[in-house]
């Protein structure tokens, strides 16, 4: 099939004049630089990929799994891409993971904040240790990510920051309260970072993933009677696969959701609408 050419308006009024490059043009990423959190596997893979399909030159990063088959997925696509490494259960990797990513692409344009970890404990018993790792990890190393990348992006005029949530950004969940707390700070921290930084150009949006079939879940997807549980709550009636998300992150590291601020998206099968 013949694609179809982009519309063209003789008569725009100023509101409207940006529709003259085209609805689907406002999905590209050609000339943009992203950096990709936790981009070695799963979520963070599918969506480091996504921006580099619709034109971004991307930076994969990666902890205990290094992102370079990520980053050589794209090169072998035609695209650009790099891999880093850092633990962000240290306060000192974000500036460190910046620094490397600028020092590569000379600025970033889009901040994907998916890096994240769980750690299951009965509440009573949650170890001091392990609630500060899931909260470094989760939510303060966002902040740090956010507010380093944002100084470029003020400079610049813009950036997009994209922060990974949870179903667990609203519900508390079992055994797992630092996970939940953590998520929760993460669509709060997503409002205020977008209500200082809006009329700098820069949107941050966070998108909220349902239960999807990753390593993060597999004791959820191994174990016969949570599988069960979890598919007869989900309206789709399916676990989410990784490319379902990758809608959502190409769209909110586009110019296509540039009034679109505080928001968070749920990726979810319907789970919350329920
Ligand atoms: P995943 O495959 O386990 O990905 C998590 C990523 O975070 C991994 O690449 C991991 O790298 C990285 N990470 C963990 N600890 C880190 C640390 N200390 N320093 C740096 N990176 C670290 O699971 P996923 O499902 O794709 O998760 C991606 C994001 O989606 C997470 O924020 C998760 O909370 C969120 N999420 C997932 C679901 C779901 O159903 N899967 C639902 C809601 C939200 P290493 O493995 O190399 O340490």
Not at 129 to 155: C, H, P, R, Y
Not at 195 to 222: C, D, F, H
Request: proline fraction near 3%.
């Amino acid at each position: 099939m013949r694609e179809r050419q982009p519309l063209q308006f003789r008569n725009m009024s100023d509101a409207t004049q940006h529709t003259n490059i085209g609805i689907l043009q406002r999905f590209r990423l050609h000339g943009k630089r992203a950096l990709v959190t936790g981009a070695a596997t799963g979520l963070g893979a599918a969506i480091a990929i996504a921006l580099a399909e619709a034109g971004a030159s991307v930076a994969c990063h990666g902890n205990r799994r290094a992102a370079e088959q990520t980053a050589e997925t794209i090169r072998s696509k035609g695209g650009e891409a790099v891999a880093f490494s850092a633990d962000l259960s240290h306060t000192a990797s974000p500036e460190a993971l910046v620094n490397h990513t600028l020092e590569a692409f000379g600025g970033i344009d889009i901040l994907v904040n998916n890096a994240g970890t769980i750690i299951r404990h009965e509440a009573a018993e949650y170890p001091l240790e392990d609630w500060m790792t899931v909260l470094q990890v989760n939510l303060t190393s966002v902040f740090q990510l956010s507010q380093l990348v944002a100084k470029g992006m003020i400079e610049r005029g813009g950036g997009k920051i994209v922060n990974i949530a949870s179903l667990l950004s609203f519900q508390g969940g079992i055994r797992v309260p630092a996970y939940a707390a953590s998520k929760g700070g993460v669509a709060q921290l997503t409002k205020a970072l977008a209500n200082e930084w809006a009329s700098k150009g820069i949107q941050v949006n966070a998108i909220a993933p349902g239960y999807m079939r990753t390593e993060n879940t597999s004791a959820l997807q191994a174990d016969e009677t949570r599988n069960r549980q979890i598919l007869e709550r989900i309206p789709a009636a399916r676990w989410g696969e990784a490319d379902d998300l990758t809608g959502a992150a190409v769209f909110l590291s586009s110019p296509a959701s540039d009034y679109i601020t505080g928001a968070i998206l749920n990726v979810d099968g319907g789970w919350l609408a329920r």
